[in-house]
């Protein structure tokens, strides 16, 4: 990697956390702006030498001065600036300055010269070419920072389980000859790839299985912080294997614990092929026996998959289906696209008189009418929850009747909905079932079932279920 090329990093300093005092610094590409930076940094690092404790905790801080940025993180007795352009790309400069930092961490000797102060040709030289050689190492992308409503998809599993295979056949197509090609993943990859059905757009982290990167996954916090879902795969032909990747995935979960976070878990059984079922039955029950442990997570659900049936696709969408804000998918439900459907069916059975009012099968056609409504309704889902610009924001009809409650149960998502009694309340919950049946059509569920219908004093409370199989 070449800095200079890259024209991101202006200088680089490394001061004391102690004193505040300058230890090491190194420019790159003197601009115009360089003295008067140089006259910015001097003031900075007089400020520090008070307050470097509250200035500069753990977490990389990121201060704008008029021509400049300046980036810093915390080290043990150290401190690291990068100073960069006005208007540079924060997703460009965390890498550098993770990357310098992780190997003033690992070479204890510069640390040591570093921290004693000593400020001889030859110790400057020795700092200066470690600083240069750093830089000159490749540098791999930092987590991005997700700003946008982007979800972040995590992808983790024993090694060759299929992880990478899975993410170009299902978000990039690649056939056959293409899938050959791929190699095993080098401690993680990140897609920005994109759901061709929804147009979805998704940032998936693809996490290499190896030993040796696990351990590093599992000791790098910042990779499962701000998850959104995480799908761990478990290769159904090694059931000699099921206890490390077990052992794995509640490793995960604790780290998910101590961070407070809660993403939805999809456990996949993969490479549960079609023609193979038969004989990966014993595999079947030990793997389900193998993670009952994952039973006492919050949010989960288990699915069997294989690239040779949409039985992969299934489970990527209804993952998408449970990570959705329950608030957003709450306020589309209730807004006014039940108006427009009600009206529309009516519009439409008007014509066929042929049909008796009241009976199944005029309750069953306002059903199907509303169908392509619900479809229509989980494409402003999606927009609404993954566009972070253009999108119109929602607000709900003062007159909308309905009042609407998601929850999860065993194998899908319960709908309940609060229904004012009225004289057409039967033809407002054919519509309602309807919009669900187009709602999971799209999010790859398999069924639609009413569950109960209860009175309350002006209200009938009906809740449907939303089955994944």
Not at 411 to 427: A, F, L
Request: proline share 4%.
């Amino acid at each position: 990697m070449n800095l200079e090329n890259l024209n991101i990093v202006k200088r680089i300093s490394i001061i004391s956390a102690k004193s505040g005092l300058e230890l090491y610094n190194k420019s790159f590409e003197p601009s115009f702006f360089l003295e008067n930076d140089n006259q910015l940094i001097s003031g900075f690092l007089s400020a520090l030498i008070q307050f470097s404790k509250e200035v500069v905790k753990d977490e990389i801080q990121e201060i704008v001065f008029a021509n400049s940025q300046i980036y810093l993180k915390r080290l043990p007795g150290l401190i690291l600036l990068i100073m960069t352009p006005l208007g540079a790309n924060r997703l460009d400069v965390n890498p550098i300055l993770e990357h310098v930092c992780k190997n003033l961490k690992g070479d204890g000797k510069i640390t040591d010269l570093l921290l004693e102060g000593s400020k001889t040709p030859e110790i400057a030289n020795k700092i200066d070419k470690f600083v240069t050689q750093t830089l000159q190492q490749e540098i791999k992308p930092s987590l991005p920072l997700l700003k946008d409503k982007r979800p972040k998809l995590i992808i983790a599993g024993l090694r060759k389980v299929g992880k990478t295979t899975i993410i170009r056949k299902f978000f990039d197509s690649w056939n056959e000859e293409q899938l050959r090609t791929i190699r095993p993943t080098v401690d993680y990859s990140i897609f920005n790839s994109l759901v061709e059905v929804m147009k979805t757009k998704l940032t998936i982290f693809d996490l290499g299985g190896q030993t040796q990167y696990i351990k590093q996954h599992l000791n790098d916090e910042n990779k499962w912080r701000g998850a959104t879902a995480i799908i761990f795969l478990v290769d159904m032909y090694r059931p000699d294997e099921f206890e490390e990747a077990n052992n794995y995935l509640s490793q995960i979960l604790e780290i998910l614990n101590s961070l407070g976070e809660t993403p939805f878990i999809s456990l996949l059984g993969h490479k549960y092929d079609p023609d193979k079922v038969s004989e990966l039955q014993l595999n079947l029950q030990r793997f389900l026996k193998t993670f009952k442990g994952l039973f006492n997570w919050s949010r989960y659900s288990v699915f069997l998959s294989s690239i040779y049936d949409d039985s992969l696709y299934l489970a990527f969408m209804r993952t998408l289906a449970r990570i959705i804000p329950r608030d957003l998918f709450q306020n589309i439900l209730e807004s006014a696209i039940f108006f427009e459907t009600k009206n529309d069916v009516w519009k439409t059975l008007a014509g066929e008189i042929e049909l008796k009012r009241d009976s199944p099968e005029f309750w069953a056609r306002i059903t199907r009418l509303s169908i392509p409504y619900g479809e229509n309704l989980a494409n402003n889902i999606f927009t609404n929850w993954l566009t972070s610009k253009g999108s119109k924001p929602l607000v709900k009809s003062s007159i909308n009747p309905l009042l609407v409650e998601l929850s999860d149960i065993a194998g899908g998502i319960c709908v309940t909905v609060k229904v004012p009694e009225e004289q057409d309340t039967s033809m407002t919950l054919a519509v309602i079932e309807g919009l669900l049946s187009g709602l999971a059509n799209i999010f790859g569920f398999s069924k639609v079932m009413r569950l109960q219908s209860e009175k309350e004093i002006g209200f009938t409370l009906t809740s449907w279920g939303l089955y994944e199989f």
